[in-house]
């Protein structure tokens, strides 16, 4: 077994290599570099730079582009959330004193069209003759929350990207309660479901898209989050309890995803052999662990992670979670770097591999607050070769006819469709003797719950933090330079360029292009 690994944070590493750069070009330390990306607001008005900038199919609809028109009053027009607020709310907070200068040039201009690399990021929209002629789309719109940081970034971005209203509006929300009953205890479940629904029915209520009413959410009316929980002091001593007898699990839906997945495959069922690469915090890991262990021919799960204190802070969870310890014992622990996790020494390979790889976690904004602050797109492209790395393992380490389900809690491509690609083309040019293929989303999974396709065109940027001014016609947040291939980064000397960032990598890639089985 390989020597004990302690300290290997990836993520960790991709953010220090941000600042170690910006080091060796500025000679500024980097820890004031942090302190300024993080006191300027910098890291929201990136983000939204970022996404806004992107081709349609991201992180917006093709509506949000066609329909979304602007003149200046995006936010103003905007229903305001916070009670007892004027509509101008703390205007400002998060932006350095360049910015609000130019949010005030900007008030009562129309929106402007942004060229993407030789097509338009969203078509060109028709000037307001009159002002009744404005459009509906404003007083439509969710309310935005104007104390909230990005809203605050927003605000100063909403005439060139009046496509994000809708994200900024979902990011800047609460992260809403929801709960997944666990597999193991049908009478315990079946008690505290009714209960949820004779006490606690216009708090929280199963999804509509799930039939076997195992995911529960809190109401949109409710604004009850995890956060808060504590305003119902009688539901959140019921969850307590029923976290801690095996009831219940409280686990985000975008964590349940991958296991369903696997599940809904046929890959992952009872008595089969389960991989988690990377496994902490182990909600994916107790809920694969649910499914194979639950049968009479008692599967097992490997719980793999790089970092030992995750892989700890893993048991204790297992250990606090009410399942049985004949089932927790189905459990083996290992502590691999995920790119190069051995093949078990009997050879046979696994029946399933969850692989939800270190990310940027700009998807997780809503329950982490430490993410926009500090946010550029270093980060993600730091960590896409190791991505491709561990997805490449994990397809050699798996089966022939089974299924790995990547994922990530990014929502950039250069995270996800671009490690895809890689990670297929690398396989390819290794001449192995299997062959993989794209699979769709499972029919019958979750009916009516709201997906978006897989894409094949993005934007791949790079952010210089030498480059920071307090003059207003140039910025003062440093400089996102989009490149259009890998040639064009290299002959702008950004080293840390991959040619696999690119979606011309993905054309052969794409599901609806793979063969049918």
């Not at 996790?341 to 696994?350: E, H, R």
Request: charged share 25%; aromatic share 6%.
């Amino acid at each position: 077994m390989p020597k004990r690994q302690r300290n290997n944070n990836p993520l960790q590493q991709a953010r220090k290599g941000s600042s170690d750069k910006a080091d060796g070009k500025t000679g500024v330390n980097s820890k004031a570099k942090d302190l300024w990306h993080r006191k300027s607001g910098a890291g929201y008005h990136l983000f939204l730079s970022y996404y806004g900038s992107q081709p349609a199919g991201v992180v917006a609809c093709f509506d949000d582009f066609a329909t979304t028109a602007n003149n200046g009053s995006t936010i103003s027009s905007l229903e305001v959330r916070k009670k007892g607020c004027d509509g101008g709310g703390n205007q400002g907070q998060g932006m350095s004193r360049a910015a609000k200068k130019r949010r005030q040039k900007k008030k009562g201009k129309t929106s402007v069209v942004v060229s993407c690399d030789g097509c338009d990021v969203f078509e060109p929209m028709q000037q307001q003759q009159e002002e009744d002629d404005k459009p509906s789309n404003a007083s439509t719109q969710p309310g935005l929350d104007v104390s909230h940081p990005l809203v605050q970034a927003f605000k100063s971005q909403s005439n060139t990207y009046p496509h994000l209203v809708k994200l900024v509006g979902a990011l800047s929300s609460p992260l809403p309660l929801t709960l997944r009953f666990r597999k193991t205890n049908a009478a315990s479940s079946s008690e505290v479901k009714e209960e949820l629904k004779k006490q606690y029915s216009t708090l929280i209520l199963p999804v509509s898209y799930d039939p076997s009413n195992s995911i529960y959410q809190s109401t949109p009316t409710s604004s009850l989050s995890k956060s808060n929980l504590r305003l119902s002091p009688h539901l959140k001593e019921l969850v307590v309890e029923s976290s801690m007898n095996g009831t219940l699990a409280r686990q985000e839906l975008g964590s349940m995803l991958p296991v369903l997945t696997l599940h809904a495959t046929g890959a992952m069922k009872g008595g089969s052999k389960v991989l988690d690469l990377c496994a902490s915090p182990g909600s994916k890991t107790m809920q694969a662990l649910e499914i194979v262990a639950s049968s009479a021919k008692k599967g097992r799960v490997i719980a793999n992670d790089v970092h030992s204190g995750r892989l700890d802070s893993l048991r204790e969870a297992l250990g606090r979670s009410g399942l049985e310890d004949e089932m927790t014992a189905r459990v083996t622990y290992t502590n691999y770097d995920a790119s190069v996790f051995p093949l078990p020494k009997s050879g046979k390979l696994f029946d399933a591999i969850i692989c939800d790889v270190p990310c940027s976690g700009d998807g997780t904004i809503r329950k982490d607050k430490h993410i926009l602050p500090m946010w550029t797109p270093h980060t993600g492209n730091e960590l896409h070769s190791l991505q491709a790395k561990i997805l490449v393992r994990a397809l050699e380490l798996v089966k022939v006819g089974v299924v790995v389900c990547y994922s990530t809690c990014s929502l950039n491509p250069v995270e996800d469709e671009a490690v895809v690609a890689s990670a297929l083309t690398t396989l390819k040019t290794k001449q192995t003797s299997a062959e993989f293929q794209l699979m769709e989303w499972p029919e019958g999974l979750l009916p009516g719950f709201v997906r978006r396709p897989g894409i094949t065109n993005w934007r791949v940027a790079f952010y210089d933090q030498s480059y920071v001014t307090e003059d207003e016609d140039t910025g003062d947040f440093g400089n996102l330079t989009f490149c259009k291939d890998y040639e064009e980064a290299t002959e702008k000397g950004l080293d840390d360029a991959q040619p696999t960032f690119w979606c011309d990598a993905t054309n052969n890639k794409h599901v609806e292009d793979q063969p049918a089985e």
